[in-house]
Nanobody, 121 residues
Framework: QVQLVESGGGLVPAGGSLTLSCAAS????????MGWFRQAPEKAREFVAG????????SYSDSVKGRFTISRDNAKSTVTLQTNRLKPEDTAVYYC??????????????WGKGTLVMVSS
């Protein structure tokens, strides 16, 4: 059974940082791209960052580029999102996902339940 468990969310003041982690089990995740998405209240879920199977290529939304960094540890089946210089508009539930292919362009097969990030102004 595939399972993704996110952690690291919380309440942080604007300008602060959080490290979000996702632990994966039940699949050989080293063969697949992984990503982070977020959903703010009353808004659609949006792509935040993606990383290919090797960790050698990444992609970011324009809204987080330069502030967030995605990385992965295939030996531990984990993916991390380092969030810096957080803004109130970053407030959302953050979800980890496993891709259908080797990077972030082929769709997403599995999702975690999310971790809440709240940024106060």
């Amino acid at each position: 059974q595939v399972q993704l468990v996110e952690s690291g969310g919380g309440l942080v003041p604007a300008g602060g940082s959080l490290t979000l982690s996702c632990a994966a089990s039940g699949r050989t995740f080293s063969n697949y791209g992984m990503g982070w998405f977020r959903q703010a209240p009353e808004k659609a879920r949006e792509f935040v960052a993606g990383i290919d199977w090797s960790g050698g290529s990444t992609s970011y939304s324009d809204s987080v580029k330069g502030r967030f960094t995605i990385s992965r540890d295939n030996a531990k089946s984990t993916v991390t999102l380092q969030t810096n210089r957080l803004k109130p508009e970053d407030t959302a539930v953050y979800y980890c996902a496993v891709g259908s292919g080797r990077n972030w362009e082929g769709g997403w097969d599995y999702w975690g339940k999310g971790t809440l990030v709240m940024v106060s102004s």
